[in-house]
Nanobody
């Protein structure tokens, strides 16, 4: 059974840090494009950070220099290190996998095949 289980979310003051984890089972994270997403609205999710099978990474401009996506293939786990957090970073964060296709030109959740249930991040000022 394919599963993605996020953890590590919580509440932190502005300027603090969090590390989100996404434990995968039923597939190997090294074999697919993996990404972190957050809700833009009730209907849409935004790609925040992506990592390809060969570990190339891309980020949305608003988090460049602050967030780092990585993966531990031995643990089959995806991570998002979030530093210098801002109140506008508050959201529900999801990890997702893309089985078909590459990590190129991914801006929303469209085309992602597997999703976790999300972990909330709340940044207070």
């Amino acid at each position: 059974q394919v599963q993605l289980v996020e953890s590590g979310g919580g509440s932190v003051q502005a300027g603090g840090s969090l590390r989100l984890s996404c434990a995968a089972s039923g597939f190997t994270v090294s074999s697919y494009c993996m990404g972190w997403f957050r809700q833009v609205s009730a209907k849409a999710r935004e790609a925040i950070a992506l990592i390809s099978t060969d570990s190339r990474t891309t980020y949305v401009d608003s988090v460049k220099g602050r967030f780092t996506i990585s993966k531990d293939n031995a643990k089959n786990t995806l991570y998002l290190q979030m530093n210098n957090l801002k109140p506008e970073d508050s959201d529900l964060y999801f990890c997702a996998a893309r089985v078909r296709g590459s990590c190129a030109r991914i801006y929303s959740g469209m085309g992602m095949d597997y999703w976790g249930k999300g972990t909330p991040v709340t940044i207070s000022s």
